[in-house]
Structure formats: structure tokens, C-alpha cells
């Protein structure tokens, strides 16, 4: 486990810029699970992540799975890149991000999407995948930055439902105890099946997604923050759109976060879909959660020696 002070960054003036979050914006984070900060990153930062992410993103078939073959290329490994490291220990960062969330914060991982025209994304989904390793009940972030402009009548954004409307906590919480009762050996396909017709692909509930859903113009250098349990799904690029875009995701824990072993199981053999009652198949190249080989289940993470950095 590591923990970083408040020492100043030389690189953080030009990567992570000073902004004030008015206490409105913060209380509709609060209730909506999400929130747009505008002009968090400099052209520099946004120069570097661009640089990162695609010396690092293959294709799906290439990372040999089918989870997020609805993009272009992906890479789940950018989470010691340079870039990320200049980002998470400035102190602007902090102050922006954990002063809007109230506690401190453990760094995870880091991701990145390269969509192109005709291309889907990730449907409708909430994070089940990536914070498949902590309890329900522990809270998780994810700050997703385009390296391109977004215009939402071009395409490439992202849609999301606010929390106050619908939250995947359920799912969750259903994920949870499905995986606990199949560890056991007990049979979770009565309840699953059911489960599969509502939250499957072209689902039941995908009128009531489109119906409710927003989306923002995202500027170089604006950020989206997200809960974990936040609904949310890709833009397709439209005819008028680029050709591609590409966009990069943080991955960001409660410090109190606890070790939840059997959702761990249940969601990785799942592809993330348990809470959904679908099986998208083990994925193989996303591997954040394995390593906490040295806590026990329930335990902190912040006791075990391959915690990330606590911000």
C-alpha cells in the first residue's frame, strides 16, 4: 500500500488546472451520480494521454476476447503510465476530485477506447466489471476524459441515466448475492433467466434508458465523473462525426473499500454480467481485483501490499 502527500508536482500546472466546483454542482453530483467538469486538463495533459493510449490500445481480437469488441482497440494497462501518475498526484486533482467527493480515494486503473463510424461501444450498462471486487456498499468513481471534441449531434459522447431516476446499486447488490449462492453450489438460473429479458441487450428497459437519457458537448480538456452504479452507454459516431474517437477512463476506489471475494468470482467468470442474469464470457485481459491475493475476504484493501495509491 502506498500513500501519496501533498507535495507538489512540477508537472501539475500543466497537466491538471485549478477549477471551482459551486456547491449547486456538487449537490447534483450527489444526487445524480454524475457530473461534467469543465477544463479540468490542459492541452498538455490531454496531449500526453492521447500519446499513452495509443501506444498502448490494441484490437479486441488481438487481446483475444469479446468484451469490448464493440470498439476499435482498448487497453486496460494505462494505469502506471506516466500521464496517469501526473494526474492523480496533483494537487489540483485532489482538490477538485476528492474535495467534490469528501474522502480519500484509492487509484485503480486506467482505460482506454478507441471507437470508430459503424461501431457500437458498450451498450446500456452500469461499471459491474470494473468494480466487480468491492462490496455493494462501497462507493466507485470513474472519470472518463475524450481526446476528442464531442458534439452530441455527431456522435462518439456518451449517455447516462441520473441516479435520482434509475441506479445499478441493485444490480450490484443482486450480483453479490447470486455470486455468494452459486460459490455455495446453488442454482441462480430461475432468477437469472427473468433477469437476462430485462437487462439483456435490446432489453425491456432500453425505451426507458433512450426516453431519460442526457448527454453534454465535451470540450478538450472537460471530464466526466460517474458512480459506479451510474447507467450510462457509447454514442455511435454518426455519418457526420470523425471517423474515430478516442477517449480515456480512471478508475478511482472509497479508501474504506472492502474485499468482496464471491462477486469477484461471480462477475469475472460472467464477463460482468451477473447482476444482469447474462453471461458475456470470462474476460482475459482484465485482471484489476486478482491481486489482492493477501487480505482476506471482507478485509480492507488498503492492508494489502498491491493496493493502488491513496490520493
Not at 483475444?64 to 482498448?74: E, M, N, Q, V
Not at 485481459?285 to 498491491?306: H, I, M, N, P, W
Amino acid at each position: 500500500m502506498s500513500t501519496l502527500h501533498d507535495t507538489v508536482d512540477a508537472n501539475e500546472t500543466r497537466f491538471v488546472n485549478a477549477v471551482d466546483i459551486p456547491l449547486d454542482q456538487g449537490e447534483s453530483f450527489k444526487k445524480n451520480g454524475f457530473l461534467k467538469i469543465n477544463g479540468l486538463f490542459s492541452p498538455a495533459c490531454i496531449q500526453a494521454l492521447r500519446e499513452a493510449a495509443l501506444l498502448n490500445i490494441r484490437s479486441a481480437s488481438d487481446l483475444d476476447t469479446k468484451y469490448g469488441s464493440g470498439f476499435k482497440r482498448l487497453t486496460y494497462g494505462l494505469g502506471q503510465t506516466t500521464a496517469l501518475r501526473h494526474i492523480y498526484t496533483a494537487n489540483s486533482f485532489r482538490k477538485a476530485v476528492v474535495g467534490l467527493i469528501g474522502d480519500p480515494l484509492i487509484v485503480s486503473e486506467g482505460l482506454a477506447f478507441e471507437l470508430s463510424k459503424g461501431e457500437t461501444g458498450f451498450t446500456w450498462h452500469y461499471d459491474s466489471l470494473s468494480f466487480r471486487f468491492i462490496r455493494p456498499v462501497d462507493p466507485g468513481y470513474s472519470i472518463w476524459v475524450p481526446l476528442n471534441r464531442i458534439d452530441p449531434d455527431r456522435g462518439g459522447g456518451m449517455a447516462y441515466i441520473p441516479e435520482s431516476l434509475l441506479s445499478g446499486l441493485f444490480n450490484f447488490q443482486l450480483s453479490s448475492l447470486l455470486s455468494k449462492k452459486m460459490r455455495k453450489g446453488g442454482d441462480i438460473s430461475v432468477m437469472s433467466s427473468p433477469l437476462q429479458k430485462i437487462f439483456s441487450t435490446s432489453s425491456l428497459l432500453e425505451e426507458v434508458f433512450e426516453e431519460n437519457k442526457l448527454e453534454d458537448e465535451f470540450d478538450l480538456g472537460d471530464a466526466l465523473l460517474f458512480t459506479k452504479s451510474v447507467w450510462h452507454r457509447t454514442s455511435p459516431l454518426k455519418k457526420s462525426g470523425p471517423e474515430s474517437r478516442l477517449a480515456i477512463a480512471i478508475r478511482l476506489l472509497d479508501w474504506r473499500s472492502r474485499l468482496d471475494r464471491g462477486m469477484f468470482e461471480g462477475e469475472t467468470d460472467s464477463g460482468g454480467g451477473m447482476g444482469m442474469g447474462v453471461n458475456w464470457g470470462k474476460p482475459k485481459q482484465t485482471f484489476y481485483g486478482s491481486q489482492f491475493v493477501d487480505v482476506a475476504d471482507g478485509d480492507e484493501l488498503r492492508k494489502s501490499r498491491f493496493c493502488g495509491p491513496i490520493i
